[in-house]
């Protein structure tokens, strides 16, 4: 499975942005799939998950309310709407995937296998 992101680029505080991420050499349908963001300075961190289903969903405290995770299995594509975006969002996004159902309820670096190459995200205030 490679992982493509797009979408990323600089936009202003409050503004907002759609992150895709495009797959091959598989299908998405049995893979669980999220966002890390790599912000200057700080670890990679994850910011959403979906399960394959796409019943389920998560996000970190710092982004909830704001991004939106979803999946277009038909497409084997998947997105983050990023709204009300913050200086604090700077950071390079990657889309992941795993072959799991479900969201793991401790998600770290390890949980996902197969990673994009990374868009840069730019808030300026």
């Known amino acids: 499975l490679q992982l493509v992101e797009s979408g990323g680029g600089l936009v202003q505080s409050g503004g907002s942005l759609t992150l895709s991420c495009a797959a091959s050499g598989n299908t998405l349908d049995d893979y669980a799939i999220g966002w890390f963001r790599q912000s200057p300075g700080k670890e990679r961190e994850i910011m959403s998950c979906?399960?394959?289903?796409?019943?389920?969903?998560n996000y970190a405290d710092s982004v909830k309310g704001r991004f939106t995770i979803s999946r277009d299995n038909a497409k084997n594509t998947f997105f983050l709407q990023m709204n009300s975006l913050k200086p604090d969002d700077t950071g390079v996004y990657y889309c992941?995937?795993?072959?799991?159902?479900?969201?793991?309820?401790?998600?770290?670096?390890?949980?996902?296998?197969?990673w994009g190459q990374g868009t840069q995200v730019t808030v300026s205030s």
């Open positions: 979906i399960s394959s289903s796409s019943r389920s969903t």
């Open positions: 992941v995937a795993e072959y799991f159902g479900g969201c793991p309820r401790q998600i770290t670096l390890a949980s996902f296998h197969y």
